[in-house]
């Protein structure tokens, strides 16, 4: 899989978990649940556009051959492979910014770990139960990393820290809220660039409030004396970023969620939705491969390359390449996969190294089916019907589908000539499939028409003047091949 494609998956499956979060579950009062939804959807996001389904497909195992009698007949279009001549320095542009934007928030966040740490081993600690208090010289509003509670050494000594305030740092320590911090920073570090992150992180900090004001109220303390507090307290400045603070910007929200009740059969009923919202997800972000006699394709996005998975591009291409230059017969799908896989594995190594490579193979690849006075479809002397052929070709994805060509005369393979002639401007040939139809008495010229030797002379025919019905046979399968949209008129 491309990063790109990747990263469309990831951000469309975390945008409608987020937007699903925003509407349904933001503010209700079930704070640990919606702790576990909002790490939850940053992890089902980057998982399931890598999720792949496997489809079986039985077809008859007769290998189809895709070796034409002159591989080089189409061909006179298209010229030997060279490096090309486009050098674009967009891609280097892009990864320098993003492994800039990556350096500099690795190193921010370190430098706050690092900070965090230094405190904790620079100053008196304070042991209480199982908490630690940091007793700071400096100024500095309560926040919680861990287990360690930073407060004002002169205001712990005095007792002029509220119970309330340090009743709140203890759920935050208890629960070990940091380590969601951690989790969400580290993938801040990744993801700098991107804006739904850093909507989550702040998402995710404040439920860590609501779940500490939640803790001080069920320990007895007054909601209006809490409330004077945090008010006191929200403009006492700010506190580090791995770290949970006492105050925080979004006071209203955190009031009106104190006065909120909770309802569990509605909260209930909206996780719910959760489900058929994670299955169209699935649905439309997962990927599928086929598994046709025994070959596995990839049937999810065709923009995704398989070359881009594999470690030794140039081992790989050698391979295959020297594989195919040898014109064998090899099963119709798995050759067509094979030719896109030699070419996005050629284009994938650099040009400087092309020139040890094997030469790349010209090698075609076609269907050739035959058509019966009687209308029976024959592939390689097999009988087969029009949901076969259809069958087969549900295999291909939109990019394989576009250079498919359907040939019914010679007409049609002239007319195909002129046309890549025209459009092919590659320095590579093209990946084009052929689907050849011929009847059983055809030599050359056009399905209905042909040449046979008669008493030492050629006469022209006309198969569809001794079998009307050809016509009508070439025509279902035309629609058969038309409804999979494969060339057909061009």
Known sequence: MNLPAYLIGFTLCLTALWAFYHLCLAHEPFHHLKRIYLLSAIVVSAIIPQITFTVYVDTPATPISTQLENPQSLLTVESPPHPETTNSILPQIVSLIYLLGLGLFAIRFFHNLGATLQKINKNELHRVGKMRYVLLDERVVPNTFLWFIFLNKEQYRLQTIPQEVLHHEEVHARQLHAIDLIFIELVKVLLWFHPLVHLIRSA????????????????????????????????????????????????????????????????????????????????????????HNGAVYSAGNPDVSEAELIQNPAEE?????????????????????????????????????????????????????????????????????????????????DRERSNVYVFDSMTDYKRYVSLRGQMNRS????????????????????????????????????????????????????????????????
């Open 317 to 397: 291409y050698n391979r295959l390449a020297k594989h195919y230059n040898t014109y064998p017969e090899a099963d119709f799908l798995v050759k067509l996969r094979d030719m896109w896989k030699i070419r996005d594995l050629y284009t994938s190594i650099p040009k400087e190294e092309r020139a040890a490579l094997e030469n790349y193979p010209r090698s075609t690849t076609s269907l050739t089916v035959f058509i019966s006075d009687d209308g029976k479809y024959i592939v390689d002397e097999k009988e087969v019907t029009l949901s076969w052929v259809s069958s087969l070709l549900d295999n291909l994805n």
């Open 427 to 490: 320095a590579l040939p093209p990946n084009d499939v052929y689907i050849s139809i011929f009847s059983e008495r055809l030599v050359e010229s056009t399905l209905s028409k042909g040449f046979e030797k008669a008493e030492g002379s050629i006469q022209e025919v006309n198969h569809a003047d001794r079998n009307p019905e050809i016509t009508t046979y070439l025509e279902t399968l035309l629609e058969t091949l038309e409804s999979q949209r494969v060339n057909i008129d061009y």
């Open 204 to 291: 995710i900090k404040l439920n860590h409030e609501f779940l500490a004001d939640q803790g001080v109220l069920a320990n007895g303390s007054s909601r209006r004396t809490y409330q004077s507090i945090l008010l006191e307290y929200a403009t006492k400045g700010r506190a580090p970023s791995l770290s949970n603070a006492f105050n925080f910007s979004l006071i209203k929200r955190r009031f009106k969620m104190m006065t909120k009740s909770a309802n569990k059969r509605v909260m209930f009923l909206k996780l719910g939705l959760v489900l058929p919202l994670l299955s169209l997800l699935l649905y439309s972000f997962s990927h599928r491969e086929v598994v």
